[in-house]
């Protein structure tokens, strides 16, 4: 056997084993069993039966119960929160992106974070001849985005200095870690940010932050431009419609002023 066949066989061995996790997962969904049922009822050995649970446990998406068995894991149930709430943050954004990205005529962004970057749930393309790279589902930095900045307004100066620490050499605009303090604390305070070239050199960015009915950071959104269009004027002009359009959304997710 060549080494490309080798590889075929080893691929096809981890999607087999995938597919019976997953199998597993499900078999267990309708209430607790033990390691024999889930092998019954999935059609695999004990064995490997006792080898995918005990993986599946490890990682929380399992756990067991000495009296009933085992059950699904409080992996399972934050996953299915975070993506009913994704769901649902979308739903309920969409309308208020389009208005603001009517009201504007520029590029409208809704992001949330995901390690140290951005995620891009939502976009509402530009009405003028403007090309923005971000796509829905793809990743930017947190450190130089005006949407990352704005996901992470509440977090501690130590936390900050910690992301500045591990990302300032993915900033287009370099800064010293005392000069990102200053505009980070200058953005919490009035809970918007910029982007004013640090991902994109023409690119410029107002960002306000989205928050749910516990007043969490939940999301952030955006609107985008290039320099022709967005001049330092028209950047302070916008950050009160940005924070408008996120309060409202806001409101629709439960938080009270």
């Not at 069993?33 to 006792?50: E, M, N, Q, R, V």
């Not at 504007?104 to 923005?132: C, M, N, P, Q, W």
Request: charged share 25%; hydrophobic share 40%; glycine share 6%.
């Amino acid at each position: 056997m060549n080494t490309t066949e080798k590889e075929d066989v080893k691929k096809a061995l981890t999607s087999q084993t995938l597919v019976r996790g997953l199998d597993v997962i499900e078999a267990v969904s309708d209430g607790p069993l033990s390691i024999s049922d889930i092998a019954h009822k999935t059609g695999i050995t004990y064995g490997t039966a006792h080898r995918i649970v005990s993986v599946l446990v490890q990682r929380s998406y399992l756990k067991h119960d000495k009296t009933k068995g085992y059950t699904l894991g409080r992996k399972v149930l934050e996953l299915g929160f975070q993506a009913f709430h994704q769901t649902t943050l979308m739903h309920v954004a969409h309308p208020f992106l389009e208005k603001l990205a009517l009201d504007t005529l520029d590029t409208v962004h809704l992001a949330r974070i995901e390690g140290d970057s951005v995620v891009y749930l939502d976009k509402i393309f530009s009405r003028r001849s403007v090309e923005i790279s971000s796509r829905i589902g793809g990743r930017k930095p947190l450190i130089s985005t005006g949407v990352g900045k704005a996901l992470i307004l509440d977090w501690s100066e130590s936390e900050w200095e910690a992301l500045h620490n591990r990302n300032a050499h993915l900033l287009r605009k370099k800064m010293t870690q005392s000069e990102w303090l200053d505009l980070m604390r200058g953005y919490a305070q009035g809970d918007y940010s910029f982007d004013s070239g640090e991902d994109e050199q023409a690119i410029r960015c107002v960002a306000a932050p989205v928050r749910d009915g516990s007043r969490k950071i939940v999301a952030a959104i955006s609107v985008s431009s290039t320099l022709e269009y967005m001049d330092p004027e028209r950047m302070q002009m916008l950050i009160p419609v940005v924070k408008q359009a996120a309060a409202q959304i806001s409101a629709e997710l439960g938080m009270r002023a």
